[in-house]
């Protein structure tokens, strides 16, 4: 599971995961997750400057 590291996920939160990642026809609840993270990565680094990505991590709810 993600290339050997190991990421703690709350269970309600993986039930949703593992349900919407069938419907979407992922292969895995692994896949999606790692499909997500690559997408939220590629917005980030279209961003023009660090604070633009402050800025959407905070809007995200990831940073205070």
């Known amino acids: 599971m993600f290339g050997?590291?190991?990421?703690?996920?709350d269970k309600d939160?993986?039930?949703k995961v593992k349900k919407y990642a069938d419907i979407?026809?992922?292969s895995?609840?692994?896949e999606f997750i790692?499909?997500?993270i690559e997408k939220e990565i590629e917005k980030l680094e279209e961003s023009?400057?660090?604070e633009?990505?402050?800025?959407?991590?905070?809007g995200l709810?990831?940073?205070?």
């Open 61 to 64: 709810g990831y940073i205070s």
């Open 13 to 15: 939160l993986l039930a």
């Open 34 to 36: 790692t499909h997500t």
């Open 48 to 50: 023009d400057s660090e």
């Open 52 to 58: 633009d990505i402050k800025k959407k991590l905070q």
């Open 4 to 9: 050997g590291s190991k990421i703690k996920i």
């Open 24 to 26: 979407a026809g992922y």
């Open 28 to 30: 895995s609840a692994e």
